[in-house]
Protein backbone atom coordinates (compact mmCIF):
# COMPACT_ATOMS: atom_id res chain seq x y z
CA UNK A 1 0.00 0.00 0.00
CA UNK A 2 1.44 3.31 -0.73
CA UNK A 3 1.87 6.51 1.31
CA UNK A 4 -1.59 8.17 -0.33
CA UNK A 5 -3.76 4.87 0.06
CA UNK A 6 -2.54 4.50 3.92
CA UNK A 7 -3.22 8.71 4.08
CA UNK A 8 -6.83 7.84 2.90
CA UNK A 9 -7.40 5.05 5.37
CA UNK A 10 -6.02 7.03 8.71
CA UNK A 11 -8.56 10.22 7.44
CA UNK A 12 -11.38 7.53 7.07
CA UNK A 13 -10.70 6.72 10.24
CA UNK A 14 -10.43 10.12 11.53
CA UNK A 15 -13.64 10.80 10.28
CA UNK A 16 -15.19 7.05 11.38
CA UNK A 17 -18.80 7.94 11.62
CA UNK A 18 -19.12 11.41 9.93
CA UNK A 19 -19.58 9.71 5.95
CA UNK A 20 -20.11 13.16 4.65
CA UNK A 21 -16.84 14.38 5.77
CA UNK A 22 -15.23 10.71 4.40
CA UNK A 23 -17.33 11.79 1.06
CA UNK A 24 -16.18 15.61 1.09
CA UNK A 25 -12.63 14.87 1.30
CA UNK A 26 -12.66 11.42 -1.05
CA UNK A 27 -14.42 13.87 -3.94
CA UNK A 28 -12.01 17.14 -2.98
CA UNK A 29 -9.04 14.32 -3.46
CA UNK A 30 -10.90 13.03 -6.98
CA UNK A 31 -10.82 16.06 -8.73
CA UNK A 32 -7.91 17.65 -7.21
CA UNK A 33 -6.05 14.55 -9.04
CA UNK A 34 -7.92 14.60 -12.01
CA UNK A 35 -7.29 19.01 -12.71
CA UNK A 36 -3.70 18.14 -11.73
CA UNK A 37 -3.48 15.26 -14.39
CA UNK A 38 -5.22 17.91 -16.82
CA UNK A 39 -2.90 20.46 -16.10
CA UNK A 40 -0.06 18.45 -16.51
CA UNK A 41 1.60 19.33 -12.44
CA UNK A 42 4.60 16.85 -12.25
CA UNK A 43 4.51 14.00 -10.17
CA UNK A 44 5.95 15.26 -7.04
CA UNK A 45 3.75 18.25 -6.74
CA UNK A 46 1.02 16.28 -7.60
CA UNK A 47 1.67 14.08 -4.56
CA UNK A 48 2.10 16.91 -2.44
CA UNK A 49 -1.35 18.14 -3.75
CA UNK A 50 -3.09 14.55 -3.15
CA UNK A 51 -2.30 14.56 0.25
CA UNK A 52 -3.17 18.01 0.73
CA UNK A 53 -6.63 17.37 -0.89
CA UNK A 54 -7.09 14.39 1.98
CA UNK A 55 -6.08 16.58 4.83
CA UNK A 56 -7.48 19.62 3.82
CA UNK A 57 -10.49 19.86 6.38
CA UNK A 58 -8.68 18.13 9.26
CA UNK A 59 -9.35 21.24 11.43
CA UNK A 60 -12.90 20.86 11.48
CA UNK A 61 -12.75 18.37 14.16
CA UNK A 62 -10.70 20.42 16.75
CA UNK A 63 -12.55 23.80 15.41
CA UNK A 64 -16.01 22.24 16.54
CA UNK A 65 -14.40 21.45 19.79
CA UNK A 66 -12.91 24.68 20.88
CA UNK A 67 -15.29 26.78 19.02
CA UNK A 68 -18.72 25.06 18.11
CA UNK A 69 -17.83 26.27 14.44
CA UNK A 70 -16.26 25.06 11.64
CA UNK A 71 -16.22 28.45 9.86
CA UNK A 72 -13.31 28.60 7.25
CA UNK A 73 -10.48 30.53 8.88
CA UNK A 74 -10.98 28.39 12.20
CA UNK A 75 -10.11 25.28 9.98
CA UNK A 76 -7.23 26.73 8.84
CA UNK A 77 -5.84 27.71 12.07
CA UNK A 78 -7.23 24.49 13.59
CA UNK A 79 -5.74 22.01 11.29
CA UNK A 80 -2.35 22.22 10.67
CA UNK A 81 -1.34 20.15 14.25
CA UNK A 82 -3.34 17.41 13.13
CA UNK A 83 -2.44 17.31 9.97
CA UNK A 84 1.81 17.48 10.82
CA UNK A 85 0.58 14.87 13.23
CA UNK A 86 -0.78 12.63 11.00
CA UNK A 87 1.85 13.11 7.96
CA UNK A 88 4.64 12.37 10.00
CA UNK A 89 3.57 8.84 11.61
CA UNK A 90 2.91 8.00 7.96
CA UNK A 91 6.08 8.63 7.33
CA UNK A 92 5.78 11.68 4.89
CA UNK A 93 8.97 13.48 4.00
CA UNK A 94 9.57 16.99 6.06
CA UNK A 95 9.36 18.89 3.12
CA UNK A 96 6.03 17.18 2.05
CA UNK A 97 4.35 17.63 5.59
CA UNK A 98 5.51 21.30 5.95
CA UNK A 99 4.02 22.60 2.46
CA UNK A 100 0.54 20.30 2.90
CA UNK A 101 0.56 21.92 6.30
CA UNK A 102 0.75 25.13 4.50
CA UNK A 103 -1.91 24.66 2.38
CA UNK A 104 -4.26 23.43 4.89
CA UNK A 105 -3.25 26.93 6.54
CA UNK A 106 -4.80 28.45 3.41
CA UNK A 107 -7.12 26.41 1.72
CA UNK A 108 -9.98 28.86 2.32
CA UNK A 109 -7.80 31.72 1.68
CA UNK A 110 -8.53 33.00 -2.13
CA UNK A 111 -6.53 35.72 -2.88
CA UNK A 112 -2.62 35.34 -3.27
CA UNK A 113 -2.58 31.89 -4.58
CA UNK A 114 0.81 31.35 -5.14
CA UNK A 115 1.61 27.44 -6.66
CA UNK A 116 -0.20 25.11 -8.83
CA UNK A 117 -1.01 23.03 -5.69
CA UNK A 118 -2.82 25.84 -4.13
CA UNK A 119 -5.10 26.80 -7.20
CA UNK A 120 -5.84 23.52 -7.64
CA UNK A 121 -6.65 22.66 -4.40
CA UNK A 122 -9.22 25.39 -4.21
CA UNK A 123 -10.60 24.33 -7.92
CA UNK A 124 -11.42 21.21 -6.45
CA UNK A 125 -13.14 21.93 -3.13
CA UNK A 126 -14.90 24.79 -4.70
CA UNK A 127 -16.07 22.33 -7.23
CA UNK A 128 -17.51 19.59 -4.33
CA UNK A 129 -18.89 22.38 -1.90
CA UNK A 130 -20.82 24.57 -4.85
CA UNK A 131 -22.41 20.97 -5.14
CA UNK A 132 -22.56 19.94 -1.58
CA UNK A 133 -24.02 23.46 -0.67
CA UNK A 134 -26.41 23.38 -3.86
CA UNK A 135 -25.19 26.89 -4.50
CA UNK A 136 -27.44 29.13 -7.15
CA UNK A 137 -26.31 29.29 -10.38
CA UNK A 138 -25.24 33.17 -9.44
CA UNK A 139 -23.09 31.93 -6.74
CA UNK A 140 -21.42 29.03 -9.22
CA UNK A 141 -20.90 31.66 -11.81
CA UNK A 142 -19.14 33.83 -9.54
CA UNK A 143 -16.63 30.94 -8.63
CA UNK A 144 -16.11 30.05 -11.97
CA UNK A 145 -15.15 34.04 -12.52
CA UNK A 146 -13.30 34.78 -9.48
CA UNK A 147 -12.06 31.50 -8.45
CA UNK A 148 -11.57 28.67 -11.63
CA UNK A 149 -8.27 29.72 -13.64
CA UNK A 150 -7.04 26.64 -14.60
CA UNK A 151 -8.27 25.20 -18.25
CA UNK A 152 -9.33 21.80 -16.92
CA UNK A 153 -11.15 23.18 -13.82
CA UNK A 154 -12.57 25.46 -15.76
CA UNK A 155 -14.20 23.13 -18.06
CA UNK A 156 -14.88 21.02 -15.14
CA UNK A 157 -17.06 23.46 -13.87
CA UNK A 158 -18.54 24.59 -16.66
CA UNK A 159 -19.45 21.06 -17.77
CA UNK A 160 -20.94 19.71 -14.01
CA UNK A 161 -22.92 23.16 -13.55
CA UNK A 162 -23.96 23.51 -17.31
CA UNK A 163 -22.74 27.30 -17.09
CA UNK A 164 -21.91 29.12 -20.19
CA UNK A 165 -18.16 30.92 -19.97
CA UNK A 166 -14.84 30.66 -21.98
Given at each position: ???????????????????????????????????????????????????????????????EEKYGSCAGPLQEKEGVE?????????????????????????????????????????????????????????????????????????????????????
Amino acid sequence: MNMLDKLYFEMIDYYKAQPSRIQHFAKVHSFARLIAIGEGLDEDTRFTLEAAAYVHDIGIKPAEEKYGSCAGPLQEKEGVEPARKMLTKLGFEKEIVERVCWLVAHHHTYTDVTGMDYRILLEADFLVNLFEDDEPTTAVKSAYDNIFKTETGRSICRTMFSIGGQ
